[in-house]
Each structure stands twice: as C-alpha cells, then as structure tokens.
C-alpha cells in the first residue's frame, strides 16, 4: 500500500515513566520514535518527575531504532544564555549523543540560537504549532502539534492524523510526560490514550519515522 503523508513522534525529557511505558508499547507497534533527552537534568528530575538515565536511553535507542536528540546539557532557555554557555549547550550533546537534531528545550530559539546550533545539527524542532511540508521549508524550525492534557483528546490526536494523510504533510506530535497513572503536571498524556491513538495511526497508510528518516 502507497503511504501518503508522515507522522513523527517525539518525547522530550526522557522521563523514567515514559522509558518504562512507552518503550514496550511503541515496540509492541513497532514504531519508532525520537527521544529529546537533557545530559545533566538538574537532580536528574525535570518538573519534580524522575528522568531515566542517559545510558538507559542510549542502549533503547540501540535495540530499537529509536532516535535521540540533543535537548541540551541542563535543560534550559537557549536564548537566556552567554555565547559561551550556549555552546556548551549545543556541543555536548552533539558529541555524547551524536545527535543530529536538537529539540530546543521549552521552544527557546532566536536567530543566534539558530545560526549557532547549525554548526553541530541537521534540524531543528520548536513548538510553533502546526504541520510541516515535505520538504520542510526550515528544517531548523520545524513545526508541531504540542500535546498536553488540556488540549489532548485520542479523536483530536486522530483527527491531526487524517489531515496529514489527505494533504500529504508531516505530522510532528510531540508528548512529554506520559503514564498510566493522572498528573498533575500540564504537559502530560496517559498510555491508555497514546495506545488508542498508536492503534489508529498504524492501521492508516501514512508513514511513521523518526525526524532523521525523513530528512
């Protein structure tokens, strides 16, 4: 069958829960994802939620084909920092992940931020809403559906599917903190829901790839 479209899935921050959910069940699917993980998160925690250790990700990443993008050293504004401190930022992870594309953490860019960050990644991923053409027209600022649990619902999610299925865009969904159990947290999702929807997408003749495999 001809697959028309593309969807991306991200998970930034590389919470502990997500490792321990959402890796089986996108192996369960075989899909594969990018995975937006900090080096050092401060006390290894971002919004009070444990972060699985970087070595865990690497060796996932590994066996499954998954994707790993620079999300910078300690999860921080790019665009708040010394040029010193922000190329330290972008460098590290770039030569401890061997990432090729940054997920800028909270969104943080700007034009030095860009023209920096080009000298060590392929691509770039914001959270400027909505889908991407194919090709993209920036690929240092490509384009998202942000979920979170005021604006996730399973039919909402299916429905940004379709629509990159019928005009032939790229759909770049991106999650943070995803459990079976309800958070308080405002970017977070629940498995049950991202099943529903992993279920739905992988029936429709639409591509699933990592941002790298489309680039």
Known sequence: MKHHGVITLVFDDG?????????????FYKVKA??????????GEIAGEKIAPLQDWIQAAKKYGHEIAAHSVRHVDLTELTHDD??????????????????YPGGGHNNHVI???????????????????LPPKNVMQLH???FTKNNFSVLRANIHALAALV???WLIETYHFVSSQPSTLIHSTLVNDLDA????????????KTIQEVL
Do not use: C
């Open 86 to 103: 922000l190329m330290e930022e972008l460098s590290q992870p770039a030569r401890v992940l061997s990432a090729k594309t940054i997920v």
């Open 144 to 146: 998202t559906i942000n």
């Open 34 to 43: 990018v995975f937006a993980i900090p080096l050092e998160p401060n006390n």
């Open 115 to 133: 023209a920096e960050a080009k000298k060590f990644y392929s691509a770039g991923r914001t959270v400027m809403r909505g889908l991407e053409t």
């Open 197 to 208: 929807h992993l279920d739905f997408i992988t029936s429709l003749p639409v591509s699933i």
């Open 167 to 169: 005009r032939n865009k």
């Open 15 to 27: 919470y502990q829960a997500v490792y321990d959910e959402i890796l089986p069940l996108l192996a």
